[in-house]
């Protein structure tokens, strides 16, 4: 079975502008989960999605939102980047049939904001 | 969710057992206690969780005191490719959100 993908991989954007990642869960999950890893905050959870619906959202700005698809994959898109922005963008998809806790990661999105 | 205290890092010899210990002394009867890690640069793997039984799987072994007031992930025979930074969390209903600590910088030496 193929792993949660995200793309891009890589991304450099400029303050002001908007940016959209998006992550393709394991097939057959509808829990995607959305997190920011900052060397100084660490592992943040943004947002969690459940049969297109958020279910749970972390303490972040209204600037970072994001939206699943029927097909279960999501995006997340933050406006006007700030350069607190650089992150590293993971999201986690789980199983309906388990709990939502058992989460498993992509790669990440790093992005860079100048 | 119930706070946790690991210790900051640990070394382990190549082939011998890793204990790494999680203190969650605020943790209540329904939640439950999960183990992730995270090898640099990759996003975080899902290792094993628990209630109140020990639990086994391929990759490690949890210990959940009787109290349940502290445990222990235990990789029985270490690798170099075990060196990871090692997340204990505890967890409530709280759909699919995981709120990781610093985790403990667990290396693996030859």
């Known amino acids: 079975k193929a792993g949660v993908t995200q793309t891009p991989r890589y991304l450099i954007k400029t303050r002001g502008q908007q940016v959209t990642l998006s992550c393709s869960p394991i097939s057959g999950h509808r829990s995607v989960s959305w997190y920011q890893q900052t060397p100084g905050q660490g592992l943040q959870f943004l947002f969690e999605y459940f049969s297109e619906t958020q279910r749970n959202k972390g303490n972040f700005p209204g600037r970072f939102s994001g939206r699943q698809f029927s097909n279960s994959r999501s995006e997340m898109n933050v406006s006007t980047l700030e350069l607190g922005d650089s992150a590293l963008y993971l999201c986690?998809?789980?199983?309906?049939?388990?709990?939502?806790?058992?989460?498993?990661f992509g790669p990440g999105t790093r992005l860079t904001v100048t | 969710d119930a706070k946790t205290t690991q210790p900051t890092s640990m070394d382990c010899a190549e082939g011998r057992a890793a204990n790494l210990p999680c203190n969650h002394s605020t943790i209540s009867g329904n939640e439950y206690v999960y183990w992730y890690r995270q090898i640099h640069s990759q996003g975080p793997q899902y290792i094993i969780h628990?209630?109140?039984n020990n639990e086994t799987n391929e990759m490690a072994s949890l210990i959940i005191t009787e109290d349940r007031k502290s445990s222990t992930l235990i990789l029985p025979h270490a690798t170099l490719r075990d060196t990871a930074v090692y997340y204990c969390i505890v967890i409530r209903t709280s759909y699919g959100k995981l709120t990781f600590g610093q985790g403990t910088i667990l290396t693996v030496h030859p």
């Open positions: 628990g209630l109140k």
């Open positions: 986690a998809s789980s199983s309906e049939f388990g709990d939502a806790y058992e989460q498993y």
